[in-house]
């Protein structure tokens, strides 16, 4: 984790602002907010895979009084090179460049080696295709992880200091993201101390911020966890989530727009799932 001085301006100035997966769930909520939170006259892009459902949440959301910023909506599939290359081009030629990336979309289930897919790989695409466009001295990444992903969740005390490893590169991580693909296709991932796929995924994403954090020092790249929400995907763990979509997204929203002291490669959370707290950085 590391630190730089942030500009005195860099809040107040109108924001292009890019949110992946948010026609439902906690990306819905943070467009949500990010209508009335980010700096006035910021031109908010909530984009999906589903483009039916991604114009209906955004008649939805124009429907919001009090909003101070601008809604479009584009079509996002992060598994699909061409999709995020048309998406990258629209905004490099509307704007110039993008200040703000938050890495929402993700999926759990069944389908382990599919996580991987769209949950680490997917991330880790749309982050290399926007990473030439994103305003070089105040550009941030927010990346929604989970403490289900924390490194106490890997049993292989290998595998868990290669993720934790400072000087982890990307080549290094995807390659053992594909160890664990593969370790699934030959039915041996609890045997060789691997937790469930979607932790994987998330520890993948962690770390993928992490490292890009120490490659592009000029930004602020952070992972969160929001917390055990109320959508689709929380109530797929079991029980009913506690928190609603705006308190899972009140601190991704935060990492987005609001000071942060200069704080960068950073995994931020509450004391607890349940809490509704803005976060602050935890041993990851």
């Given at each position: 984790m590391?630190?730089?001085?942030a500009s005195?301006?860099?809040?107040?100035n109108?924001?292009v602002?890019?949110?992946?997966g948010a026609?439902?769930?906690?990306?819905?909520?943070?467009?949500?907010?990010l209508?009335?939170?980010?700096p006035?006259r910021?031109i908010?892009?909530?984009t999906?895979?589903?483009?039916?459902r991604?114009?209906k949440a955004?008649?939805?959301?124009?429907a919001?009084?009090?909003?101070?910023s601008n809604?479009?909506y584009?079509q996002l599939d992060i598994?699909?090179?061409?999709?995020?290359?048309?998406?990258?081009n629209?905004?490099?030629?509307?704007?110039?460049?993008l200040?703000?990336?938050?890495?929402?979309?993700?999926?759990?289930g069944?389908?382990?080696?599919?996580?991987v897919?769209?949950?680490?790989?997917g991330?880790?695409?749309?982050?290399?295709?926007f990473?030439?466009i994103?305003?070089?001295d105040?550009?941030?990444?927010?990346?929604m992880?989970?403490?289900?992903?924390?490194l106490?969740a890997?049993e292989?005390?290998?595998?868990?200091?290669?993720?934790?490893?400072?000087?982890?590169?990307v080549?290094?991580l995807?390659a053992?993201?594909?160890?664990?693909?593969?370790?699934?296709?030959?039915?041996?991932?609890s045997?060789n101390?691997w937790?469930?796929?979607?932790?994987?995924t998330?520890?993948?994403?962690?770390?993928?911020?992490?490292?890009l954090?120490?490659k592009?020092?000029?930004l602020l790249?952070?992972?969160?966890c929001?917390?055990?929400?109320?959508?689709?995907?929380?109530?797929?763990m079991?029980?009913k989530?506690?928190?609603?979509i705006?308190?899972g997204?009140?601190i991704p929203?935060?990492?987005?727009?609001?000071?942060?002291?200069?704080?960068?490669?950073?995994?931020?959370e509450?004391p607890s799932?349940?809490?509704t707290?803005?976060?602050?950085?935890?041993?990851?």
């Amino acid at each position: 984790m590391s630190q730089r001085a942030a500009s005195p301006e860099e809040n107040m100035n109108p924001q292009v602002i890019l949110v992946t997966g948010a026609n439902k769930g906690i990306g819905y909520g943070i467009v949500r907010s990010l209508l009335t939170s980010a700096p006035s006259r910021s031109i908010i892009y909530l984009t999906s895979r589903d483009v039916s459902r991604g114009q209906k949440a955004v008649t939805e959301l124009s429907a919001i009084g009090g909003r101070s910023s601008n809604l479009v909506y584009h079509q996002l599939d992060i598994t699909d090179e061409q999709s995020i290359d048309t998406l990258v081009n629209k905004i490099r030629n509307a704007h110039g460049r993008l200040d703000v990336l938050i890495n929402n979309a993700s999926i759990a289930g069944t389908d382990n080696e599919l996580m991987v897919d769209v949950n680490y790989y997917g991330t880790l695409m749309v982050c290399k295709k926007f990473l030439p466009i994103i305003e070089k001295d105040h550009g941030r990444i927010v990346t929604m992880g989970s403490a289900i992903g924390h490194l106490a969740a890997f049993e292989n005390e290998e595998i868990r200091n290669q993720l934790g490893n400072p000087e982890l590169t990307v080549e290094q991580l995807s390659a053992l993201m594909d160890k664990y693909k593969a370790d699934c296709k030959d039915g041996k991932a609890s045997e060789n101390g691997w937790p469930m796929a979607y932790a994987v995924t998330k520890a993948g994403e962690t770390a993928l911020s992490g490292i890009l954090a120490r490659k592009y020092p000029s930004l602020l790249i952070n992972v969160c966890c929001p917390g055990w929400v109320n959508t689709e995907m929380g109530a797929s763990m079991g029980g009913k989530p506690p928190k609603t979509i705006d308190e899972g997204a009140i601190i991704p929203v935060r990492l987005a727009v609001s000071d942060l002291g200069g704080v960068s490669g950073g995994f931020w959370e509450n004391p607890s799932v349940m809490d509704t707290g803005v976060g602050s950085v935890s041993v990851w």
